[in-house]
T-cell receptor, first 112, second 114 residues
Framework: DQQVKQNSPSLSVQEGRISILNCDYT??????FLWYKKYPAEGPTFLIS?????DKNEDGRFTVFLNKSAKHLSLHIVPSQPGDSAVYFC???????????FGTGTSLTVIP | GAVVSQHPSRVICKSGTSVKIECRSL??????MFWYRQFPKQSLMLMAT?????????EQGVEKDKFLINHASLTLSTLTVTSAHPEDSSFYIC??????????FGQGTRLTVV
């Protein structure tokens, strides 16, 4: 049973435009969410996080939005750059962070 | 940012042998580390949670006698794949928790069993 879902396996965006990656979860006990970025043949790297006490967290070109009532979070990248092309995973945790549940990833391609 | 070093990055071994993968948190202490396995075109699958000074907690379906985990210090966890078989070939990734909140990942280990 997939508790964290990323329903779009891939996304293509023109350079300079906004990329929006979406993530849905089913467990209302999740209170900490993260986005990871993964290049081919490399381990995922942490990108940005948000706790359930917030509905927005911004770090440079990356902004994560959390809608608790809809159990939905999204990652906005603006402006998108070709180097952003990677697989993006969202993850959720329900306690102190002792277990993370990952989505299946969305492959983002930024077209120059 | 925090650094987690995983070694080796690639390893090829013969079927029946054992392989040890190390995961080190270089600039922070991690009482909890995680081991993941990535299957092609699938998300990371959590194999086990490694806690310093105690036995690892394995996820359902993961053979604890085959995937031995040792978390001997606050900066090092090891995963040993025992009696490796070709079906164990995969990408293994560790992550370490800093301050029990943020998780930082190692660069991964590509294991090929021939």
């Amino acid at each position: 049973d997939q508790q964290v879902k990323q329903n779009s396996p891939s996304l293509s965006v023109q350079e300079g435009r906004i990329s929006i990656l979406n993530c849905d979860y089913t467990n209302s006990m999740f209170d900490y969410f993260l986005w990871y970025k993964k290049y081919p043949a490399e381990g995922p790297t942490f990108l940005i996080s948000i706790s359930s006490i917030k509905d927005k967290n911004e770090d440079g070109r990356f902004t994560v939005f959390l809608n608790k009532s809809a159990k939905h979070l999204s990652l906005h990248i603006v402006p998108s750059q070709p180097g952003d092309s990677a697989v993006y995973f969202c993850a959720a945790s329900g306690d102190t962070g002792n277990q993370f549940y990952f989505g299946t990833g969305t492959s983002l391609t930024v077209i120059p | 940012g925090a650094v987690v070093s995983q070694h080796p990055s690639r390893v090829i071994c013969k079927s029946g042998t054992s392989v040890k993968i190390e995961c080190r948190s270089l600039d922070f202490q991690a009482t909890t580390m995680f081991w993941y396995r990535q299957f092609p075109k699938q998300s990371l699958m959590l194999m086990a949670t490694s806690n310093e000074g105690s036995k690892a907690t394995y996820e359902q379906g993961v053979e604890k006698d085959k995937f031995l985990i040792n978390h001997a210090s606050l900066t090092l966890s090891t995963l040993t794949v025992t009696s490796a078989h070709p079906e164990d070939s995969s990408f293994y990734i560790c992550s370490a928790l800093r301050m029990n909140t943020e998780a930082f990942f190692g660069q991964g280990t590509r294991l090929t069993v021939v």
